[in-house]
């Protein structure tokens, strides 16, 4: 009973060193393991920060195209509105000449009849000279 006890204890002791020697041999592995592990998480560490680099960068980009161009529309809105302003005055000068010009035509009408009279009359004054000369 004694020797059996003995055998069940090396065979116990010989299960319990093999597998010491199984973890003793995985410790290397587990190491290498997490080494490796670590070298993973370093490097999608290292890519997160390029892309949110990258990211970061497009997003600046993106406010400074909106910004100019946000610019350039109040730019054309305000050269618009110039533009309509001037439109505006232009076609009020331009009704005020239209305006000008009918009276300086209704004028030189006047005139031309006038003209005519005062000749017509010269004409009439000149015949009637002669004619007591």
Do not use: C, W
């Amino acid at each position: 009973v004694q020797l059996q006890d003995r055998n069940e204890r090396q065979y116990g002791l010989g299960d319990l060193q093999e597998r010491m020697g199984k973890l003793a041999g995985s410790k290397p592995d587990a190491s290498a393991r997490m080494a490796f592990s670590e070298e993973e998480k370093l490097k999608i560490s290292k890519d997160l920060v390029d892309l949110q680099i990258e990211t970061n960068k497009m997003k600046e980009q993106y406010e400074t195209e909106n910004f100019e161009l946000k610019n350039m529309i109040l730019a054309l809105e305000n050269r618009v509105q110039e533009l309509e302003l001037r439109s505006e005055k232009v076609t009020g000068e331009r009704d005020a000449l239209r305006e000008r010009l009918h009276a300086l035509e209704t004028s030189r009408k006047e005139l031309a009849d006038e003209y005519i009279i005062l000749k017509s009359n010269y004409l009439a004054l000149g015949k009637e000279l002669d004619q007591e000369v």
